[in-house]
């Protein structure tokens, strides 16, 4: 939009680089151009503001198929306005002297006509063409044709305008046929998931198999050698039961012999010891038989003394001492006697 400012009674224009201006006083052209700045009188003044940049258009419009199927198609369309001054003079650009803003609605006017003739050319495109075909390769042939149409269109060039690209978004069924027709592919799809997660299933069978396999070939092996073990520890039992029998049996036999040797030992110093008690016995007697009696009977007293207790003291009375005298007394008698 143009900025317009008041001084004393005149109004100064200064429009924008991407506009063009056009002034008209009194019939005549003042002033004609791109990106202008001027002094004007509002009540001889008839400006027209038309833009030169490149604009975009989105469209949204729905078309049926060859087969009486609805779709959306979604594009957007590039334009310019090439020729100013024609589309000034066929479409209404006319702004206020003292806001500078459009009187119509003039973009709108363009976007219209670009719109409904796309529309033809796509509707016409679609109409022959059956919804599987279009939803595989539609896009290009809409957008093709979109543009070619627009191209030859003849009222647009003399309208001043220019369409620079034509994009088609998309293309898109209703959507209970977007679903029908997903299905099988969401069916493919699962059957490709599922074949995948079954191989991956069957790896790991696969996998936990072989796991097993060697787990239960180990403890074979394990038992294996847990059975050597076995055998081998009841082998050392063995020899070592042999060896500690043969060690106990050795040391019986060497017990047997020393306890034999040792019983002849005593046996020998016994019969020893017996004959030479004999032997002082029978000396012993043949000495007492020769010896005189008397003798006999000191010895006996001395005998009896050895045995006899320990006597502190002795108590000797008036009757003993006479007892004894009396004895010796017949005693010596007798020894006189004889």
């Known amino acids: 939009m143009a900025d317009i400012t008041r001084r004393f009674g005149l109004r100064h224009l200064r429009a924008q680089p991407t506009t063009h201006i056009r002034h008209v006083r009194r019939g005549r052209i003042a002033h004609d151009g791109t990106g202008l700045a001027f002094w004007f ?8 503001e038309v833009p030169v940049d490149d604009r975009e258009l989105a469209m949204l419009f729905h078309a049926r198929t060859a087969d009486f199927q609805d779709v959306t198609v979604q594009g957007t369309l590039t334009y ?33 006509l670009l719109t409904e003739t796309a529309q033809q050319h796509a509707l016409g495109l679609l109409a022959r063409t059956p919804l599987a075909t279009a939803l595989a390769d539609g896009i290009a042939g809409v ?18 305008l220019a369409v620079i690209a034509v994009r088609v978004v998309a293309l898109r069924p209703e959507p209970e046929v977007e679903r029908a027709l997903r299905t099988p592919a969401r069916e493919l799809v699962q059957q490709e998931a599922d074949r995948a997660t079954f191989e991956r299933r069957a790896v790991a069978v696969e996998h936990e ?3 097993a396999e060697n787990e239960l070939a180990n403890r074979i092996e394990l038992a294996r ?29 060497a017990e047997a012999q020393r306890r034999t040797r040792l019983a002849g030992a005593e046996a020998d ?13 029978a000396a012993w007697l043949a000495a007492h ?29 008036p009757d003993l001492v006479t007892g004894l005298l009396a004895k010796l007394g017949a005693t010596g008698a007798e020894g006189a006697g004889r």
């Open 80 to 112: 310019r306005i090439t020729d100013p001054a024609t589309a000034a003079a066929r479409v209404d650009f006319g702004i206020d002297p003292d806001t500078g803003a459009w009187r119509s609605a003039p973009l709108d006017q363009l976007a219209g």
């Open 289 to 317: 038989q020769q010896a005189d009696p008397a003798v006999l009977r000191a010895l006996a007293l001395m005998r009896l003394a050895e045995h006899l207790p320990r006597i502190d003291s002795v108590t000797l009375t």
């Open 41 to 48: 009188r509002p009540l001889t003044a008839v400006l027209s």
């Open 143 to 160: 957008r093709d044709r979109m543009a070619a149409g627009l191209a030859a269109e003849p009222r647009l060039a003399e309208t001043g």
């Open 225 to 253: 050698r847990q059975e050597q073990l076995i055998a081998q520890e009841g082998a050392n039992s063995r020899l070592q039961a042999e060896d500690e029998s043969a060690a106990d049996r050795i040391r019986t036999d």
């Open 269 to 281: 110093a016994a019969r020893a010891l017996g004959e030479a008690k004999a032997a002082a016995e």
């Open 209 to 211: 198999r072989g796991i």
